[in-house]
């Protein structure tokens, strides 16, 4: 098979929504520097997860999706619930994985439906479609296909990464993705991760701006764009209306008030810069980072409102007042 390359046109809409986006992010950017704000990370991720997994009829709330992350008891179904913990996991590994990497995507597939199916991180071994009801609107390139067609995607990619612009050149990248339909499932979800981890790549502010949120308001035209173009041969449409939920997204984030960060955040904040991710360390050395005497207000004003959010945990938490115990970032 000769190298493939994606088929797709650049319009003036592409042209203008691509203007737009680079001018509401650096905007965005300089009004509420979201990067010095990790505990609207957290939120964003659940928000993105909550949004991607009910696109795939995943039935938790929004506050069951929260609960879970956090560790709390939920009555739900067990796939479900599975599903939250796995995206969880893949989205938190959001600036380790390699965008141009094959092995990283099979890797990422794998967390993503882990305990949820049988070929968890393997390419399929049999056809799919796409059904309406029950009929088959679209047939998947046979198995025996995608493992070229995958690395001819790739190789494209790799090759196009500095002279398509990253907007355009990631959801050609999430179109052609779900064209190939490489996994017997799960590959909505990865296709959306994806073209973050793409994203996140141009740009860091992406690892807060919950995109998957707005595809899921218009759910229905996301699948017929794919449609659209799976019947012109071109993902031209696509791109069209990822562009404008990139741009909607944006235009949420800039009309949230900026109000500043209160005493609680400023505090969580500093206690996220002394600690590196699943690197523990004790509540002494925390505080002489901090230059803070009191245990009380470790406690009280650093530690608790961390934990409350989700955003940092106890080597011992059995036992939350043993001289043992020591904390990390997650």
């Known amino acids: 098979m000769e190298k493939y390359n994606p088929p797709f046109e650049i319009t003036s809409e592409m042209i203008t929504r691509v203007s ?22 957290k939120q964003t991720k659940i ?16 506050n069951q999706v929260k609960d879970v992350i956090d560790g709390k008891l939920v009555i739900g179904s067990q796939k479900d619930i599975q ?72 190789a494209w990619l790799k090759k196009n990464k500095e002279t398509i612009h990253p907007l355009i050149l990631s959801s050609i990248f999430h179109y052609e993705f779900v064209f190939i339909h490489p996994f017997s499932d799960g590959n909505g979800r990865t296709a959306r991760l994806w073209q973050n981890v793409l994203l996140y790549n141009w740009k860091n502010i992406f690892e ?36 404008k939920m990139i741009d909607e997204t944006l235009d949420e984030a800039l009309n949230t008030p900026n109000t500043p960060p209160n005493e609680e955040n400023i505090n969580i904040n500093k206690l996220l810069n002394t600690l590196e991710k699943n690197t523990p360390l004790p509540a002494k050395e925390i505080m002489t980072k901090l230059k803070i005497k009191s245990k009380d207000t470790l406690r009280n004003k650093y530690l608790h409102p961390a934990m409350k959010q989700g955003l940092i945990k106890l080597t011992i938490p059995t036992k939350p007042n043993s001289k043992n115990q020591m904390y990390y970032k997650i």
């Not at 680079?22 to 009004?31: A, C, F, G, Y």
């Not at 807060?208 to 031209?236: F, M, R, V």
């Open 208 to 243: 807060y701006l919950p995109i998957e949120s707005q595809i899921h308001k218009y759910q229905e035209d996301y699948y017929e764009s794919i449609a659209n173009c799976n019947k012109k041969g071109n993902s031209t449409e696509f791109i069209e209306f990822m562009l």
């Open 83 to 154: 599903e939250v913990k796995n995206a969880y996991k893949a989205y938190e590994m959001l600036n380790e994985i390699d965008p141009y990497s094959i092995k990283d995507l099979k890797k990422i597939h794998g967390i993503i439906t882990f305990l949820t199916i049988e070929e968890s991180g393997e390419f399929r071994k049999g056809n799919e479609g796409v059904f309406s009801k029950d009929k088959c609107i679209f047939m998947c390139p046979p198995p025996e296909m995608v493992s070229e067609l995958i690395n001819n995607l790739f």
């Open 20 to 41: 737009n986006i680079s001018e509401k992010i650096t905007k965005l950017d300089n009004i509420s520097n979201l990067t010095k704000k990790p505990y609207l990370r």
């Open 47 to 62: 928000n993105s997860i909550h949004s991607s997994l009910a696109i795939e009829n995943n039935s938790l709330t929004l």
